[in-house]
């Protein structure tokens, strides 16, 4: 039978609910591992990234042509080519061949372009060389044990290009959580098109794309469902998930309806609300729950409401913060834009309203086809306006956006 909600259970306030699941995740975060870098790809950094060396760890041309003592005309005594420790020029009136990336040798007074250069008929080179140095010097980009990046910070390929060039052939880092997604719902198809009663499932395979753009790992059983609408088989896919993920989200039956489920099957799993409910519209009836695993770990359960724009809502609004303090990330700090038309309030509750940003003025414009069982304005959104509780968004106005995980191959 359903098991009503606990008597304190207000809905809790959207910025609240927010700091709320953040701080949980923050609590469990995800065990930290020593990988090489070809394997750190996704993950987060569990320490500060220090540089080993000085960067660069010894002076280097920065184009091709001849490292020269002293005045022109320079007499050829060699050249070093990237790779190579050069003999220091000991002479005035002396010089050397040199490539781009090369060691300057000890004693170079200037490095003088090739294409700016000659030779006279005995050979010797001459030229002026330019008053700003061709070179860049020993730790002109950071020093040897300098602090580079801040634990917490997300690993893409330009920071494992940077570790790598520091000297590191392994890093300390917190892995991507592992994620599953519990489908719930007799009416829903996975294949063909709707009618009859029957929708077609929107979330199933859309939700394990939103995870992945925010840092998740597909858990060995990703996407579940539709779970029959019995308890029993919630308590089963639940538990089963829970074995493999850190993080489950669950489609529908965040309400207390008569096949809605998911408040009495965590119940009987031992869950502890973390938020339930969130004076937010729409999207009011989200969750987050944690269950504690055999090993003392604690795994979070996230109730995310059956219409598919409400799914949404709870991802960024609960989701987004609980995974940032799950991979030890820096609590997110939303931007803030313009509002190029007026968005509504929605009284007591806070109001996130699609909008699509300007590319030029960054101005947030709301969209239309914004119901909460649509997903037609969503997929040409950029994020959420956030009109607190008790206002309204006039045009002008400076607005907190919730943004969307960046679509792939974006960057900010």
């Known amino acids: 039978m359903n098991v009503p909600p606990p008597p304190d259970d207000a809905p809790v306030n959207w910025a609240a609910a927010r700091e709320r699941v ?3 995740g923050r609590a469990a975060m995800v065990p930290d591992v020593e990988l090489p870098l070809s394997e750190i790809d996704g993950c987060t950094l569990a320490e500060q990234l220090t540089t080993l ?3 660069p760890a010894f002076p280097t041309a920065s184009v091709d042509g001849w490292a020269v003592r002293g005045d022109s005309p320079w007499r050829v005594v060699g050249r070093v080519l990237a790779g ?3 003999a220091p020029l000991t002479a005035d009136g002396s010089a050397v061949q040199i490539a781009t990336g090369a060691m300057v040798p000890t004693g170079t007074t200037s490095v003088l372009r090739v294409e700016e250069s000659s030779r006279d008929v005995h050979g010797n080179v001459l030229g002026t060389p330019r008053t700003t140095p061709e070179w860049r010097a020993a730790g002109e980009e950071a020093a040897a044990g300098e602090h580079l990046l801040p634990a917490g910070t997300p690993i893409d390929p ?14 300390r880092v917190r ?11 007799d009416e829903l198809l996975t294949t063909g098109r709707p009618g009859a009663g029957r929708v077609r499932d929107a979330l199933g395979p859309a939700v394990p794309a939103w995870l992945r753009r925010y840092g998740c790992q597909p858990a060995p059983t990703a996407v579940v469902g539709p779970v029959a609408d019995t308890l029993a088989a919630h308590v089963d896919g639940l538990r089963a998930a829970l074995d493999e993920a850190d993080l489950i989200c669950t489609t529908g039956g965040t309400m207390h309806g008569p096949v809605d489920h998911l408040h009495p099957a965590l119940r009987e799993l031992g869950a502890e609300y973390v938020v339930n409910t969130v004076a937010v519209r ?5 969750l987050v729950a944690r269950v504690t695993g055999p090993d003392g770990r604690d795994r979070f359960v996230a109730g ?6 409400s799914a949404i809502v709870a991802l960024v609004s609960l989701v987004a913060p609980l995974l940032a303090g799950l991979h030890g990330q820096p609590d997110p700090v939303l931007p803030h834009h313009p509002l190029g038309a007026p968005i509504p309030g929605r009284g007591d509750f806070t109001h996130l309203a699609l909008v699509r940003l300007d590319p030029v003025t960054r101005t ?15 997929a040409a959104a950029d994020g959420f306006a956030v009109i607190a509780p008790g206002g309204t968004g006039q045009a002008g106005d400076l607005v907190p956006v919730v943004p969307l995980p960046l679509r792939s191959g974006e960057r900010p």
């Open 22 to 24: 953040y701080a949980a």
């Open 53 to 55: 060396t000085d960067l």
């Open 84 to 86: 190579a420790t050069p």
């Open 158 to 171: 330009g920071l494992i290009g940077l570790a790598a060039s520091c000297g590191h052939d392994r890093l």
């Open 175 to 185: 892995r991507p959580v592992r994620a599953a997604v519990l489908v719930f719902g």
């Open 282 to 286: 729409p999207g009011f009836p989200m």
């Open 304 to 309: 995310l409401p059956g219409n598919p724009q």
């Open 364 to 378: 947030a414009y709301p969209l239309r086809h914004v119901g909460s069982a649509m997903l037609r304005g969503l």
